[in-house]
């Protein structure tokens, strides 16, 4: 079933730091604090490719504030967020400000020269690669002070009880046996936006090679 909770967390980025890597097999993750009037977050962006080459998907873009619906609007703070356009939920594959018109997939980030004909034209490719080049991807948005909303499944059984945030990548498209099958749904994928000084975001999209890109309206795969 979809999450019981899925929503938007909006505050100040305060630091950002990554996982240290080890052998146990752990989801590698780049970790975003924030800070907000009910107190600092902890935002686990999964980056993890599981040691594949190109086990991860991720694409950066800036968008206009007034792409974004009403969340750019939002007070600081955790927000709720329906499954639908109207709230301001995300969506991959079905938000009109999201959806890949390109086509292409790289194997990594195209020259800079074709990355600025592609976005000219509106197309945000997707780009594959491991947890290491995903996260070089994600830092430099990562400004302190800026202002950032967190798209994603909020904490709610933290053993500390501490304010986070978690699942911020694609949720929808995991395959029919595989444990996150159940959890698919359809608006209500993570990401990370931070706020650039001309008032337009920066968006950090990430997925996995396993999540299909083409869902049916309960977020499972279609075949």
Same mark, same amino acid.
């Given at each position: 079933?979809? *999450?019981?909770?899925?929503?938007? =967390?909006?505050?100040? =980025? ?9 052998? !146990? ?7 975003? +604090? &924030? ?18 080459? &190109? ?5 950066? *873009? ?5 792409? =974004?619906? @009403? ?9 709720? =967020? ?17 959806? #890949?018109?390109?086509? %292409? ?13 592609? #976005?000219?034209?509106?197309?945000? @490719? ?16 990562? &400004? ?5 909303? %967190? ?20 949720? !929808? ?9 159940? +959890? ?26 396993? !999540? ?12």
């Amino acid at each position: 079933m979809p *999450f019981e909770k899925y929503g938007v =967390l909006s505050g100040t =980025l305060h630091r950002h730091y990554r996982d240290q890597p080890d052998n !146990q097999g752990r989801w590698f993750h780049v970790n975003v +604090e &924030v800070d907000a009037p009910g107190g600092r977050y902890h935002c686990a962006v999964d980056v993890d490719s599981h040691k594949s080459n &190109v086990g991860v998907q991720w694409k950066v *873009f800036t968008l206009k504030a007034s792409e =974004l619906g @009403p969340v750019a609007a939002l007070a600081q703070g955790y927000h709720d =967020l329906a499954p639908g356009s109207v709230s301001g939920a995300l969506d991959y594959l079905r938000h009109p400000a999201l959806v #890949d018109r390109s086509g %292409v997939l790289f194997q990594r980030r195209p020259p800079s020269w074709l990355q600025d004909v592609l #976005d000219l034209f509106g197309a945000r @490719p997707w780009h594959a690669g491991s947890y290491a080049d995903a996260t070089v991807a994600l830092e430099p948005i990562l &400004v302190p002070g800026r202002r950032v909303l %967190v798209f994603g499944e909020p904490f709610t059984d933290d053993p500390e009880g501490d304010l986070g945030m978690h699942n911020i990548h694609q949720n !929808q498209g995991d395959p029919a046996g595989s444990q996150w099958w159940d +959890e698919n749904g359809i608006w209500q994928d993570g990401a990370t936006l931070t706020r650039r000084p001309d008032g337009r975001y920066d968006v950090f999209l990430n997925k996995f090679s396993s !999540q299909a890109d083409q869902t049916n309206s309960a977020g499972h795969p279609v075949t």
